[in-house]
């Protein structure tokens, strides 16, 4: 008793030492994406407290001001301080963009999944339905959304989600769906309905921890990408309203100063582009941890 | 280049494989030569090095391996230290090499035809298209391809297994190379595809007087083609020896252990895989021999000093410190107690008890229609199959790929969309029902265990789980009962309780069958489907799991419906046969009377593909057969397509008639018993052609 006790105590050990192990050697995109995103949200937490002017302080600086030692990133058409909107907009752009891609992903996922398991009518109908959507476009099909919402609640923030996600949701549906249909090939999907499970029980055990690599990519992949879109909105007069220091609102509205101050367009475009990198590098090198092989002979 | 040397030479050859933190020796100081005209045939069990030794004869390693020392020598110059634009050269001209699958070999968008055009043109042998098109044509006939043309002109999909491989042996042989390298060429294939590329293989060394190496698991291959052959043991070569004294007197404990757990199909098997204790475990190798941990000779000396090939005898050389003293390999079998697998006599079991009753089983697939509107149209795969399971026994199905034996299962487990019959289990339950319209009782009389663990296995659970969820799910089992369940079950399956929170991928192959059976276990069924459970393990592995497999009936009374290609095994491990072709069963017996005159053709057939582990014996009639042929139209007699002894016309119009042999022995043919009993297989199979 004492010697099997003792054996486990072991184990334990040299199991802890293993995953510790595994630790060091983490892939780099892992690393490097989650020291950027933790960045990312310390800026959006703690960034109001210590950014130098409010987002809508207006005249901060001469209009088109260049980068200077009072505006480190310049300011746009309004003598608005860019560093200081850049700072104030990564919470509103953190949210957005993640809030709605992990809806998307969570139901596109769980419905695709399903679909691809059950097959028959059911795969057939939703599948339809999911490619009607794709095949409507992008903005066309965000508006459609929005005038059924009615105009009154555009701008409103909980609505955005909302259309993303269901932009989303067709696209990432069939990535899963795909996924699905090869995994259910697999014997051990066979035996699980050999011994009575339910469909639901099926995708949640058997075909979930298999599309977790493809899925957490698809997250990082539309993350990226759900910026844009909102700006894109934004920009139609139907996303996030002005003066809110929304990126993709930002680089809409100085689009037109772009060859005379060019900074007004880079300030955010960069921040995005960072944001959409390091979401990529993180989920990727998290999809690699989840699917590592362990190597053997 | 010397006339009398070596055609190629591998001289104190180590690779190494990154292993994520430090490289890792796959093959240690390898020495090797093939001579002019040689059959060398290299065996092991997985994960020995074999095939890095091969890729090495063509200068060949992946990404992650390097060399780290080492020559091989080939016409006067080393490949491990040519350019690469030099190895192209003599690769596919020279030394060519033909892989293990043909499916994934071939290029799926290419006539085959143009494959091979195109290694006849980017080595400049033929110098013109048309000539090389006329030598492709002329390849393609050598290698027992007859209407040429038409090959030419076909996609692989279009080819059977057999017929893809003859393709990729055309292309191995388009430069008229010096040397061929194979790669298990016929794993993949049935017993009568393998024994007509092993005759045609043996034929074109005759009249070509190529070298080959020839790189297998399967003993009984290398003892049909080989000249020669050396045995290897975690990356290195233990014994090297011509082909009889290899299989007569082999020397190094391992050798000895390796052939004596091979089942044999002559012979009632018994227990032998006693001469080869434990698995290769390539992390814990000693100084000395790397066998010495699994050798019950083993001293002191051999934990620390490693020993290299010593020349024993003619051509006969060994890697072992204690060959002077280690016995023989008949005197070791001798002295070992022989058990036999199957215990028939259980006083339990009444004979007339039946656990499954299946009669006249008709399934099918469907085909969807090019309508839209169309209803999909059921295509039979198996048709009019009765036979009965007793309770604890082992029933086996034998047949062809294609033969319908795994739709058999799939049908009694539900999966199949059409089924027709009367399929009777356990008295009360009707297996006709698709499976989720079953009761939750009869899913867990009835497992399955599947071929290949790795895909019967979720890679993302651990074994806790994977043992643990038929428990949960049959039993209500929860908490510490669950756990201290699965840990009886894992003993069971002789598995260490440690692997409880591992995933699959950290186990060996044979580690996750045991996880696939103790999971199937953990249901207590009274049932087990065993869809070809052992084809994807090693000899020694085989040995072990059918020695579990036995003790587990004996000890819960399960049945098994034993599904295998590998007659060797059945015979070791059913207590009844079943043999399948095209659908239909031909012979039904215990297997001492399938395996005994009179043999149906068919079964014959199959017998006599079975390359022994014996080189006086071969494989007499497989040679001339052409392999499992399906066609729109099926005579009566489906075999009569393809039967060697088909007497009159009637065996396509009128089907065969059973006939009776003894209370259990029942075979459906239009030739008398009385003929059938002059063919006897294995006589035949100890004359030569």
Redesign the interface.
């Known amino acids: 008793m004492t010697s099997s006790a003792a054996?486990r105590k072991f184990?334990t050990r040299a199991?802890l030492g293993k995953s510790l192990g595994r630790v060091r050697?983490l892939p780099w995109t892992l690393v490097l994406g989650s020291v950027l995103l933790t960045i990312y949200i310390l800026v959006a937490i703690t960034g109001p407290l210590w950014a130098p002017f409010p987002y809508d302080r207006i005249g901060t600086g001469k209009p088109f001001a260049p980068p200077n030692a009072k505006n480190l990133l310049g300011t746009d058409q309004m003598g608005r301080d860019l560093f200081s909107r850049v700072v104030h907009g990564a919470g509103h752009e953190l949210f957005l963009a993640l809030t709605s891609t992990a809806l998307a992903v969570v139901l596109g996922g769980f419905l695709g999944l399903l679909s691809g398991f059950v097959g028959g009518w059911f795969d057939e109908i939703l599948m339809r339905l999911f490619e009607v959507l794709i095949s409507i476009p992008v903005l066309v099909f965000a508006l459609l959304v929005i005038m059924a919402a009615g105009l009154e609640a555009s701008g409103n923030e909980w609505l955005l989600v909302g259309v993303v996600a269901l932009v989303w949701l067709p696209r990432t549906g069939r990535m899963a769906r795909s996924v699905a249909i090869d995994l259910v090939t697999?014997?051990?999907v066979?035996?699980a309905?050999?011994?009575?499970?339910s469909a639901w029980s099926i995708v949640w055990?058997?075909l979930l921890?298999?599309a977790?690599g493809v899925l957490l990519v698809e997250f990082g992949v539309r993350a990226g990408y759900a910026p844009i879109l909102i700006g894109s909105l934004g920009f139609l007069g139907l996303g996030v309203r002005p003066p809110t220091p929304e990126w993709g609102l930002m680089i809409s509205e100085n689009r037109a100063n772009l060859v005379a101050a060019p900074y007004t367009v880079l300030a955010p475009a960069l921040a995005l582009s960072g944001l959409v990198i390091s979401l990529n590098m993180f989920t990727d090198g998290l999809a690699r941890v989840l699917g590592r092989?362990?190597?053997?002979? | 280049m010397e006339q009398n040397g070596p055609l190629i030479e591998i001289r104190d050859l180590t690779v190494e494989y990154w292993?994520?933190?430090r490289w890792?020796p796959?093959v240690e100081n390898l020495s090797l030569h093939i001579n002019p005209a040689e059959t060398l045939g290299l065996v092991g069990e997985s994960?020995c090095g074999k095939s890095t030794t091969a890729n090495a004869l063509l200068g060949y390693r992946p990404r992650s391996a390097r060399y780290r020392s080492g020559h091989v020598f080939f016409g006067g110059q080393d490949l491990l230290r040519l350019s690469d634009s030099a190895l192209q050269r003599i690769r596919g001209r020279q030394i060519s090499f033909v892989p293990q699958n043909p499916t994934t070999a071939l290029s799926p968008g290419i006539h085959v035809g143009d494959q091979i055009v195109e290694a006849l043109m980017v080595h400049h042998y033929s110098k013109t298209a048309h000539e090389a098109r006329e030598r492709a044509l002329d390849l393609l006939t050598r290698v027992g391809l007859p209407n040429a043309s038409t090959i030419f002109k076909r996609y692989p999909h279009q080819l059977s297994g057999g017929q893809q491989q003859r393709v990729i042996i055309a292309m191995a042989l388009a430069c008229d190379p010096q040397l061929i390298v194979l790669d298990e060429p016929t794993t993949g294939l049935d017993v009568t595809t393998q024994a007509q590329i092993l005759d045609l293989l043996m034929d074109l060394q005759s009249s070509y007087g190529l070298a080959m190496l020839y790189v297998t698991h399967n003993l009984g291959v290398v003892a049909q083609i080989c000249t020669r052959i050396g045995v290897m043991y975690a990356g290195q070569i233990v014994e090297v020896a011509p082909r009889n004294v290899i299989f007569k007197q082999p020397l190094h404990p391992y050798t000895q252990g390796l052939i004596a757990s091979v089942p044999r199909i002559t012979a009632p098997a018994q227990l032998r895989s006693l001469l080869l204790r434990g698995l290769l475990k390539?992390d814990e190798l000693p100084a000395g021999c790397p066998f010495a941990p699994r050798c019950g000779f083993a001293q002191e000396v051999c934990f620390t000093q490693s020993q290299h090939l010593v020349e024993v005898g003619r051509d006969h050389a060994v890697a072992c410190w204690r060959w002077q003293e280690i016995p023989s390999l008949a005197q070791r079998l001798a002295e070992t107690q022989s058990v036999a697998f199957r215990q028939c006599e259980r006083p339990s079991c009444q004979p007339d008890e039946v656990l499954l009753k299946v009669e006249n089983l008709g399934a099918a697939y469907t085909v969807q229609q090019r309508h839209l509107f169309a209803r999909p149209i059921p295509r039979l795969i198996v048709d009019g199959v009765s036979f009965d399971i007793r309770p604890g026994e082992t029933f086996a199905l034998v047949g062809e790929s294609g033969s319908g034996k795994s739709t058999i299962a799939r049908a009694l487990?539900?999966?199949i969309p059409y089924v027709t019959g009367n399929l009777r289990f356990d008295g009360q339950y009707d297996l006709t029902i698709p499976?989720?319209k079953?009761t939750?009782n009869l899913?867990r009389e009835?497992?399955?265990v599947?071929q290949?663990p790795d895909?019967?296995?979720?890679?993302?659970?651990r074994i806790s789980?994977i043992i643990g969820?038929?428990l949960q799910?049959f039993f209500g089992l929860s908490g510490a009962a669950l756990r201290r369940r699965v840990e009886e079950l894992l003993e069971d399956v002789r598995l260490d309780r440690?692997y409880y929170?591992r995933?699959p991928?950290?186990l060996?192959g044979g580690e996750r069958q045991r996880v696939a059976i103790a999971?199937a276990l953990a249901?207590e069924p009274k049932l087990m489907l065993c869809d070809e459970v052992l084809s994807a393990l090693d000899v020694s592995v085989q040995a072990n799991i059918i020695e579990l497999l036995a003790e587990l009936q004996a000890k819960r009374n399960v049945a098994y419906l034993f599904i295998s290609h590998d007659l060797a095994v059945v015979r070791s491990l059913a207590h009844r046969v079943g043999v399948l072709y095209w659908g239909a069963l031909c012979e039904v017996g215990t297997t001492e009377e399938v395996f005994s005159p009179p043999f149906h053709p068919y079964t014959y057939l199959l017998l006599s593909a079975v390359p022994e582990a014996d080189p006086d014996q071969v494989m007499p009639e497989a040679r001339k057969d052409i392999g499992l042929i399906i066609s729109e139209d099926k005579p009566a007699c489906p075999f009569a397509l393809r039967c060697p002894w088909k007497s009159a016309s009637h065996c396509n119009d009128e089907p065969p008639p059973w006939q009776t042999l003894s209370r259990t022995h029942m075979l459906r043919c239009h030739i008398p018993v009385e003929e059938l009993r002059q063919h006897d297989v294995w006589t035949d199979r100890f004359k030569r052609a």
């Open positions: 054996t184990v199991e050697r697999r014997d051990y066979l035996v309905r050999a011994r009575g499970e055990r058997e921890p298999n977790t092989q362990v190597k053997r002979f | 292993q994520g933190d890792n796959v994960g390539r487990n539900g999966f499976v989720d079953r939750r899913l009835l497992q399955l599947f290949n895909a019967s296995l979720n890679p993302r659970q789980q969820r038929p799910m440690r929170d995933f991928d950290e060996s999971r249901a």
